[in-house]
């Protein structure tokens, strides 16, 4: 038995027991955060002055901004016009390994187009890159870095997405799975650096396209509206005491929204960023978002939309993606999440039959070029006895 | 042979029948009792007869389930684009080789991806029309299939062709043939003929063979 059950069955009270003070902590600190929302949902701009001299004093913070609504507004789901074209991509990738008996990398890019109203069957659009080998052999650490591949399917998933919605007709709009922003990883700061540019010239191009692209963050854990209140109380006498430097425990957005966003298709009022790294791409593209109940009446379930400045920028683009949304997800009834970014995964996705299949490809050629192949780690010769149906 | 319909391609076989997928789109073309062919190459070819097709479902299509406003978009999509396959089974029912009709079992199975046709009437009377219709007890043999509806759609779909080939006495011939293969299973005859009096095809046959069987 690969769990001791016996031994987790021992820690489990005092297991729940802390969770339950963990719970009763937060639920102390988001009465206290409620009530500084409640005191600064106005005044837009004494709080972007209290961000500004903030950013001053600390140049790492991270928190959201306000734009021009009030920050505790809810603002009830419009109709969806009557055509409007979708595009979600996902992208997915072989990563290579030291195990298997040849260093190969695959980066799997899977787009489905939807033109709602339409009547018309999707387009699915599909795009399967073998990297290079000397790209996924280097020089100074061997095989190329998880992280690595991550960032270059990011960019490639971002690249396919506005090269394929560069034709849809208007309003379009482009969505991806997550934050828009690509993730960098520490480790992967010069590689970062390296195709910022290209990021950007993305970027440019769903503007230049007028496609709207946003970023759709399922069940979110950010605390940007949480940090900004923080930031705001601990300037003000009134709630100095109950904010100290370190906070007590960690509160996230949506257990501020929860209580605000109460109807089905409610969308919050639209935030920027402020972080080290948020202009980095010029203020046109810096990131925007906003939260949505993309539940129903019996059922809240809160998700983070993510958007450019330019599309931010005028409330009927967001009236437009939050109707979409609100559109999307009711079509996957019980599960509320975007149907196409649901089927833009499937089709990106790579299985494991498919993976044997590449590496049998890769190897059959090596061979009929008389190019060396190796054997399998004998750690994965043993593990792939044991799928075979080893105990 | 003229007006080649490809209706699908082999999953799986064995000696006695084989199943076959289709993408949802192309449904509209296998039915039930159908004849059917696999061409194993230019000599040899194996027909069969469609038993049951199955409309496989998975985790999107059940969740899709829930939706009160299922988009006509996304119901486009599932039939059209996802890999969501009709499965069809067929009873294996005999072969060509070189031209000759045989209603043994074919000696090999088809293979991964053949292509599967439907028959055309040429075809189906070629096949139907060959030999004393000793195909007809691969039908019967196996009670776990709806035989009596299966045999009724069959023997519908060769007498229409046989008739128009110039040759109704084949239906005839044919109830006599199931009735010759029934007569020690009376219960089954007796449901065969029951699903081919439904078709309005053989109500005097039945009468007729009570009175014999008193």
Redesign the interface.
């Known amino acids: 038995m690969p769990v001791n059950l016996v031994e987790i069955q021992k820690s489990l009270s005092s297991f729940a027991d802390q969770a339950k003070t963990h719970f009763e902590q937060e639920a102390i600190y988001l009465r206290e955060l409620e009530q500084v929302l409640t005191s600064y949902a106005d005044p837009l701009d004494q709080i972007r002055s209290v961000v500004g001299r903030e950013v001053d004093t600390n140049a790492r913070l991270r928190c959201a901004v306000p734009t021009d609504e009030a920050i505790n507004t809810a603002i009830p789901v419009g109709q969806l016009p009557e055509r409007v074209a979708l595009l979600a991509a996902d992208g997915s990738q072989i990563n290579p390994s030291r195990h298997a008996r040849v260093p190969f990398c695959v980066i799997n890019i899977g787009a489905?187009e939807?033109?709602?109203g339409?009547?018309?069957?999707?387009k699915?659009y599909q795009e399967s890159q073998l990297l290079d080998y000397d790209r996924t052999t280097l020089p100074d650490t061997g095989l190329i870095s998880e992280g690595r591949v991550a960032l270059a399917r990011d960019l490639a998933e971002r690249q396919k997405l506005a090269d394929w919605s560069a034709e849809l007709p208007q309003p379009a709009i482009a969505m991806i799975d997550g934050p828009l922003e690509l993730y960098r990883d520490v480790q992967q700061a010069t590689e970062f650096e390296r195709i910022a540019w290209q990021f950007q010239a993305v970027l440019e191009q769903f503007r230049r396209n007028n496609v709207f692209l946003l970023g759709y963050v399922d069940k979110p854990g950010s605390d940007l509206l949480v940090s900004l209140l923080e930031v705001i109380a601990r300037q003000d006498k009134a709630f100095q005491s109950s904010f100290p430097k370190d906070r007590p425990v960690r509160v996230v957005d949506t257990a501020l929204f929860k209580d605000i966003l109460t109807a089905p298709g409610d969308r919050s009022a639209v935030f920027s960023v402020s972080s080290p790294t948020s202009g980095k791409f010029g203020n046109d593209q810096q990131v925007h978002f906003f939260f949505m109940n993309v539940g129903s009446e019996d059922f809240q379930h809160l998700a983070r939309v993510e958007v450019p400045a330019w599309v931010a920028g005028d409330k009927a683009n967001i009236a437009l993606i939050q109707a979409a949304l609100w559109?999307q997800t009711?079509?996957?009834?019980?599960?509320p999440y975007p149907?196409l970014l649901?089927?833009s995964h499937?089709v990106a996705v790579v299985s494991l039959d498919e993976h044997r299949r590449v590496e049998e490809m890769i190897v059959s050629e090596f061979l009929r070029h008389h190019i060396p192949v190796g054997s399998p780690s004998q750690k994965q010769a043993v593990k792939d006895l044991m799928q075979d149906g080893g105990k | 042979m003229a007006d080649h319909i490809e209706i699908g391609r082999l999953l799986r076989s064995e000696t006695t029948g084989f199943v076959f997928g289709c993408k949802l789109d192309q449904i509209d073309s296998p039915s039930f009792g159908a004849l059917v062919r696999v061409r194993m190459d230019d000599h040899y070819q194996i027909f069969g007869l469609i038993y049951d097709i199955q409309v496989q479902d998975d985790g999107?299509v059940r969740?899709?389930?829930?939706?009160?406003?299922?988009?006509?978009?996304?119901w486009?999509?599932t039939r059209?684009?996802?890999t969501v396959p009709v499965e069809i089974g067929v009873l294996a029912l005999g072969y060509m080789l070189d031209g000759q009709v045989s209603h043994l079992l074919p000696p090999r199975p088809p293979l991964s991806l053949d292509e599967i046709f439907l028959c055309t009437p040429a075809e189906i009377a070629a096949f139907t029309g060959a030999g004393r219709m000793g195909y007809l007890r691969h039908v019967l043999r196996d009670q776990d299939k709806p035989v009596e509806e299966l045999l009724a759609a069959h023997l519908k779909q060769a007498r229409d062709v046989q008739s128009a080939a110039g040759n109704p006495a084949w239906f005839e011939a044919a109830l006599e043939e199931v009735i010759a293969l029934l007569k020690d299973d009376y219960p089954t005859l007796m449901r065969v003929l029951g699903a081919v009096d439904e078709l309005e095809l053989a109500r005097d046959r039945q009468s007729e063979l009570n009175g014999r069987l008193g």
């Not at chain 1, 339409?118 to 999707?122: A, K, L, N, T, V």
């Open positions: 489905v939807m033109l709602r339409s009547g018309q069957m999707p699915v559109d009711r079509i996957m009834g019980t599960k149907y649901h089927r499937e | 999107l969740q899709l389930i829930t939706s009160d406003t299922l988009a006509n978009e996304a486009l999509d059209g684009n996802r």
